[in-house]
């Protein structure tokens, strides 16, 4: 494997239910984007999918660049790494990050958030704002400024997390196998179940609407909006007429983050 100084390299997104990886193997592009990619659930035997996944390349051969927000993952992960012979290994924190962070405390949001805000940075036209929305176990909505700073934002459940919690904290709930938000269900639910389905879903929807439409009144010019997540293609149109899904957002601000720290 060759390509240019630094790459070819892995960005791994270590998430509260997935894992997502993705090989780089240049950065000549506004946003990098991975040549091949891989979404795991972090089982007890899940990274050995890897080896297979990599070839030719063994783990060994390539820098691996980490953001976690979750910390007993990313640690079995990294034994993994060690364990077959990985040696370059970076666990990205906040201030490792090309990213303007005003808040009190950076090093206390999510480090999947702030990745994310570095990739929009590179994304979004010059001296406007950004939003970025990131549907996954959580839903994330947060607000980047026309200087590039991270603002703040907001956390939803995501719709996973709103199913089960219905169900464990009811008598009668049923749990319901949710598939995101690819597919909208109708509003007016005419049973149990379906309203259930409409209320997760468009509550889901209609609170990252509401939130879009509250951070903008906050800034100057109107935010460009962008989606990533597994359900974002769907759900773009729904929530602002100029919104851009962009897979592998997260992923791409690790790699952002690499280029500029080799």
Do not use: C
């Not at 795991?40 to 297979?52: I, K, Q």
């Not at 919690?165 to 909208?184: K, N, Q, R, S, Y």
Request: aromatic share 6%; glycine share 10%.
């Amino acid at each position: 494997m060759s390509g240019e100084p630094g790459y070819p390299l892995v960005a791994v997104d270590v998430g509260n239910s997935r894992v997502k990886f993705g090989l780089f193997h240049s950065q000549n592009t506004t946003l990098p984007v991975p040549s091949r990619s891989l979404d795991l659930a972090p089982g007890e035997d899940s990274f050995d999918a890897l080896s297979l996944w990599l070839a030719p390349a063994t783990p060994r051969d390539v820098p691996w660049w980490i953001g976690s927000v979750e910390r007993q993952v990313s640690s079995r992960f990294v034994a993994w790494l060690r364990s077959a012979g990985a040696e370059r290994i970076t666990l990205l924190a906040s201030i490792d990050l090309p990213l303007v962070v005003s808040l009190p405390r950076p090093d206390m949001v999510g480090i999947d958030r702030l990745l994310a805000g570095v990739a929009a940075n590179r994304l979004r036209p010059p001296d406007a704002p950004a939003i970025v929305v990131d549907l996954g176990t959580a839903i994330t909505v947060d607000l980047i400024s026309s200087a590039g700073a991270f603002l703040g934002g907001a956390i939803l459940p995501g719709i996973g997390l709103s199913a089960r919690a219905l169900h464990e904290f009811t008598d009668l709930l049923p749990l319901l196998d949710m598939p995101g938000l690819a597919e909208p269900p109708p509003a007016l639910g005419r049973g149990t179940v379906e309203a259930l389905r409409s209320g997760i879903y468009w509550g889901a929807v209609g609170g990252v609407k509401q939130l879009i439409e509250l951070f903008s009144t906050t800034v100057e010019t109107a935010p460009q909006v962008y989606l990533t997540g597994g359900a974002a293609p769907a759900v773009a149109g729904l929530l602002a007429d100029s919104a851009q899904y962009v897979p592998h957002l997260t992923l791409a601000g690790i790699a952002l983050t690499a280029d500029k720290e080799k």
